[in-house]
């Protein structure tokens, strides 16, 4: 195994073990930082309270319906939208425009569909 790799390996096993020492949110996003997911688009849920993190996404122009029975809801601890990432920043991470192939595209990742971000949740139960 190659030093890098095995850089990343112990600092995954870092990441992953504190889950089981952190707060869920700090956790998490300290996984996904190891992972190069990084971004200041965020909204902090009220003492991640799940009734909290429904009520701001009640509000919000355009979303679907949430299915409390679907998502077992009555279940859940805490709720954070950790971040969301849009199609730039990701793509800024990644490849350069040197090799397009590799380019990240979100419509090309999800679905054909336009979508030009991604959220990402954390639901502790």
Do not use: H
């Not at 601890?77 to 380019?103: H, K």
């Amino acid at each position: 195994m190659s030093p890098a790799a095995s850089d990343l390996r112990s600092t995954l096993k870092s990441a992953l073990a504190a889950f089981t020492q952190k707060p869920l949110r700090e956790a998490s996003l300290s996984f996904f930082k190891t992972l190069g997911y990084i971004s200041e688009r965020t909204v902090i849920v009220p003492k991640s309270s799940p009734r909290a993190f429904l009520d701001l996404f009640a509000k919000t122009p355009g979303t679907a319906p949430f299915d409390q029975e679907k998502a077992l809801f009555a279940d859940w601890v805490s709720a954070d939208l950790l971040f969301q990432l849009t199609d730039d920043e990701v793509r800024s991470a990644t490849a350069p425009a040197s090799t397009p192939e590799f380019a990240f595209d979100i419509n090309r990742c999800i679905s054909s569909c336009a979508y030009s971000q991604a959220a990402y949740f954390v639901s502790g139960s």
